[in-house]
């Protein structure tokens, strides 16, 4: 976990802090005149201060956009710890409703398709940083064990990839939506948001929901997870290709997303994952050397 999430009580004094509109006392974790319930997200030590200022920047810019995502109020230093206070959002993530209602699977993988629908329908800034220059970063990482052949022949197709102007989470999941019974689902981590194609990032999403048992010890409770992650990722992507305002993916385009999204993932340092992300890189490659026969759900 790189941060944790703190209730701000009245009676604790933050200290100064700095919001859009200069410096203010934040000795009540409130802006004069606002009543709304706050939280602070408080990172560990030694986290960047860039990537603090700019998830910060970044969730306060998406919400005045119209997206489904929390108010900021400022960011403040505690200690030497970075913070960003925001509006508590009450609710349980998908996550955590799908671990206690796992017979809602397809219900809930509808909520996060039409949520993720709803967020590509906003056309990003001018001034919105490239899901291609993100993508394309994390690709030739020094952190990624990629060869730098293997590296540069991805980048090669990622850069013939059509493009795109939506506003892109970059890492939507179900743990960063929670499902608020007054806002209804509310997107947060907003900390990759880029302009780009939608459909590459419905593939991070998809990645992401059939390699969740990484984190799983037992076999019998890998092997259901892993059915549970592959329900959950069809019924998203079905739901998702009906409800979204995008032109669907050419034949085979989406099966390029996804493992272009797995060697981007791969300077992430998610470790079990790992064998899985390169042979997903070094089939895709394989791949597009001859004409291809999937289908655009990867399969």
Same mark, same amino acid.
């Given at each position: 976990?790189?941060?944790?999430?703190?209730?701000c009580?009245p009676?604790?004094?933050?200290?100064?802090?700095t919001?859009?509109?200069?410096?203010?006392d934040?000795?009540?974790a409130?802006m004069?005149?606002?009543?709304?319930?706050?939280?602070?997200?408080?990172?560990?030590?030694g986290?960047?201060?860039?990537?603090?200022a700019?998830e910060?920047e970044?969730?306060?810019r998406?919400?005045?956009?119209?997206?489904?995502?929390p108010?900021?109020?400022?960011?403040?230093?505690i200690?030497g710890?970075l913070?960003?206070?925001?509006?508590?959002?009450?609710?349980?993530?998908?996550?955590?409703?799908?671990?206690?209602?796992p017979?809602?699977?397809?219900?809930?993988a509808?909520?996060?398709?039409?949520?993720h629908?709803?967020?590509?329908?906003?056309?990003a800034?001018?001034?919105?940083g490239?899901?291609?220059?993100?993508?394309s970063?994390?690709?030739?990482?020094a952190?990624?064990?990629?060869?730098?052949?293997?590296?540069?022949?991805?980048?090669?197709?990622?850069?013939a990839?059509?493009?795109?102007?939506?506003?892109?989470?970059?890492d939507?999941?179900?743990?960063?939506?929670?499902?608020s019974?007054?806002?209804?689902?509310?997107?947060?981590?907003?900390?990759?948001?880029?302009?780009g194609?939608p459909w590459?990032?419905i593939?991070?999403?998809y990645?992401v929901?059939?390699?969740g048992?990484?984190?799983?010890? =037992?076999?019998?409770?890998?092997?259901l997870?892993?059915v549970?992650?592959?329900?959950?990722?069809?019924e998203?992507?079905?739901?998702?290709s009906?409800?979204?305002?995008?032109?669907?993916?050419?034949p085979?385009?989406?099966?390029?997303?996804?493992?272009?999204?797995?060697?981007?993932?791969?300077?992430?340092g998610?470790?079990?994952?790992?064998?899985?992300?390169?042979?997903?890189?070094?089939?895709?490659?394989?791949?597009?050397?001859r004409?291809? =026969?999937r289908?655009?759900?990867?399969?």
């Amino acid at each position: 976990m790189r941060s944790e999430i703190i209730l701000c009580d009245p009676s604790v004094d933050l200290g100064p802090y700095t919001d859009h509109r200069g410096t203010g006392d934040a000795a009540s974790a409130q802006m004069p005149g606002d009543a709304t319930a706050k939280v602070l997200k408080l990172y560990h030590p030694g986290w960047p201060r860039e990537a603090w200022a700019n998830e910060a920047e970044a969730t306060r810019r998406v919400a005045e956009l119209g997206a489904p995502a929390p108010r900021v109020f400022g960011t403040v230093e505690i200690d030497g710890r970075l913070g960003i206070i925001m509006e508590l959002i009450e609710g349980e993530t998908v996550n955590t409703a799908l671990r206690r209602s796992p017979l809602r699977i397809a219900a809930l993988a509808r909520t996060l398709a039409e949520v993720h629908a709803r967020v590509h329908r906003i056309t990003a800034p001018d001034d919105a940083g490239t899901q291609l220059d993100q993508l394309s970063r994390k690709i030739m990482s020094a952190r990624s064990p990629l060869e730098p052949r293997t590296k540069e022949a991805a980048v090669a197709v990622l850069e013939a990839m059509p493009r795109g102007r939506a506003v892109c989470h970059g890492d939507l999941h179900p743990l960063n939506v929670i499902m608020s019974p007054h806002r209804g689902p509310v997107i947060i981590d907003w900390d990759s948001p880029s302009a780009g194609n939608p459909w590459c990032d419905i593939a991070r999403t998809y990645l992401v929901s059939t390699g969740g048992t990484y984190h799983v010890r =037992g076999r019998l409770e890998r092997t259901l997870v892993g059915v549970a992650g592959r329900i959950f990722a069809k019924e998203y992507l079905q739901t998702y290709s009906g409800v979204t305002t995008h032109p669907a993916p050419a034949p085979g385009e989406f099966a390029t997303w996804l493992w272009l999204n797995a060697a981007a993932r791969l300077c992430e340092g998610v470790e079990p994952e790992k064998e899985r992300l390169i042979a997903m890189t070094h089939d895709g490659l394989e791949q597009g050397k001859r004409p291809t =026969g999937r289908r655009s759900d990867g399969t």
